[in-house]
């Protein structure tokens, strides 16, 4: 094994050149998926696969110093990672459950009993409230991206709308509990890195996020006002709604998403073999739903080890040393944190391994510009969830639009809570607050 080879996974110093070199895949990503889709007018011209795999060939081939096996190695090893491995588990589990939902009825039986209760003007604002509460209550995005994408195709078509702006309503809605719940993975990361408690980041966090949700709920209440198709009252069969109650009842419980989603198939399994559908009827629809999880996977990994590259040529240590050299005052401190965990959520297109990464540094730049421990935690937290709920190769946009069958930029222009998140974090930053309020 060589030197360069050895070395991956520590702390490297390379000048600028070589640093700009190294995160360039990002920009050749960016080239051949984000502008040739802007220049074709069609964001389904270029599919995101053709994209990363150009990428991950140009990140394969200017990592130097190495054999190019062990280069490739470096690239699958970051593709297994376990926590890239349980993400396509858990997409495998949803492509059969969302199927199996769909095939048996329980997708139109829980739309009905929607449009029972709710008048089409609030069905907007309605999927958003209920995506909020349900991903706080989990903590997790991707198990509300699981649970209630199905369900809102299903109202856009209901009641006449676009698909991707119902999409972009469950995502959005989705990253309020992902940075807010006391059970997320990225508010547990956050305030282990910072060294402060969970109701202290709680109280910094919930005066930047729930006017950011106010906000934008406002703008669906808005929006919803045209929402004016009239619906009849469908009669609903309640024993159809049960596989869709079980998944949202137990991810509200908090159990593990990979139990949620298991339940959720065995419920479907069985209530279609009641209401007479055949047991190879069955297993055709989960089979057809995990297969069509194919694309979504074979991204992932890529996405995973071109990423993986990137760290392993010094791109992320180098942008992390640019941007901490520039840091002057409270104010510079905070927009450092906040720039610095965005940056690298960009490069690794995930939020919590993005916390865990700045955290550190995160804490030494919050210790030298008297910046309290929950200040640089919900900084933190917030500024990784609006970068990942705008990424469109993020794990949960890929999965939404994936479940909804639209391009995962389809639903950027509708993505209103990021956008008021960013408002409300820059508001934050420059708004100056007590250091004895903030401990």
Same mark, same amino acid.
């Given at each position: 094994m060589t030197e360069e080879a050895a070395a991956y996974g520590k702390e490297r110093h390379v000048g600028v050149g070589q640093g700009l070199l190294a995160l360039s895949p990002v920009g050749v990503f960016a080239v051949f998926y984000l502008v040739v889709s802007v220049v074709a007018g069609d964001f389904y011209k270029m599919p995101l696969s053709v994209a990363f795999l150009v990428a991950s060939g140009w990140a394969i081939l200017i990592c130097r110093g190495m054999k190019l096996n062990e280069r490739i190695a470096i690239y699958s090893g970051e593709a297994a990672n376990p926590n890239v491995l349980f993400m396509v588990w858990i997409f495998i589990l949803a492509g059969g459950f969302a199927s199996l939902a769909t095939g048996i009825g329980a997708v139109d039986a829980t739309v009905g009993l929607t449009m029972q209760w709710l008048p089409p003007s609030m069905v907007i604002p309605g999927l958003f409230t209920a995506a909020c509460v349900i991903s706080f209550a989990v903590g997790t995005s991707v198990g509300t991206v699981v649970a209630l994408t199905p369900l809102a195709v299903k109202l856009a078509g209901a009641v006449d709308a676009e698909t991707a702006y119902f999409v972009a309503v469950v995502i959005g809605g989705a990253f309020f509990g992902d940075n807010l719940s006391f059970i997320s993975d990225t508010t547990i990361a956050a305030t282990? &890195? +910072?060294g402060c408690k969970l109701n202290d980041k709680f109280k910094a966090n919930v005066l930047i996020v729930v006017p950011a949700a106010l906000l934008t709920l406002a703008a669906y209440v808005l929006d919803g006002i045209d929402v004016t198709s009239e619906i009849a009252k469908p009669e609903?069969?309640?024993? /159809? $709604?049960?596989?869709? =109650? &079980?998944? *949202? $009842?137990? =991810? *509200?419980?908090? $159990?593990?998403?990979?139990?949620? %989603?298991? %339940?959720? *198939?065995l419920t479907a399994l069985g209530i279609g073999l009641v209401k007479g559908t055949g047991f190879f009827d069955l297993a055709g629809m989960a089979g057809n @739903? *995990?297969?069509?999880?194919?694309? /979504?996977?074979?991204? &992932? %990994?890529m996405a995973a080890g071109m990423l993986g590259v990137i760290k392993a040529t010094g791109g992320v240590d180098f942008l992390l040393r640019a941007l901490t050299s =520039?840091?002057?005052? &409270?104010? @510079?401190? +905070?927009?450092?944190i906040a720039v610095l965990v965005g940056l690298i959520n960009i490069c690794t297109a995930n939020n919590t391994v993005a916390i865990i990464t700045v955290g550190p540094i995160a804490r030494d730049i919050a210790e030298r510009y008297d910046i309290s421990p929950r200040k640089s935690a919900s900084l933190l937290d917030t500024a990784s969830c609006l970068v990942q709920c705008l990424i469109p190769y993020g794990a949960q946009t890929l999965l939404a639009t994936s479940l909804a069958g639209i391009s995962p930029m389809a639903p950027w222009r509708y993505l209103y809570y990021p956008w008021a998140l960013l408002l409300m974090l820059v508001l934050s930053i420059?708004?100056?607050?007590?250091?004895r309020l903030s401990n």
């Open positions: 282990r &890195t +910072q609903v069969d309640y024993l /159809l $709604v049960v596989p869709y =109650a &079980t998944v *949202i $009842v137990t =991810a *509200i419980a908090g $159990v593990n998403v990979v139990t949620v %989603l298991t %339940l959720g *198939i @739903g *995990i297969d069509s999880m194919g694309d /979504l996977i074979i991204v &992932t %990994l =520039a840091v002057k005052g &409270t104010r @510079g401190g +905070q927009t450092c420059i708004v100056k607050r007590k250091r």
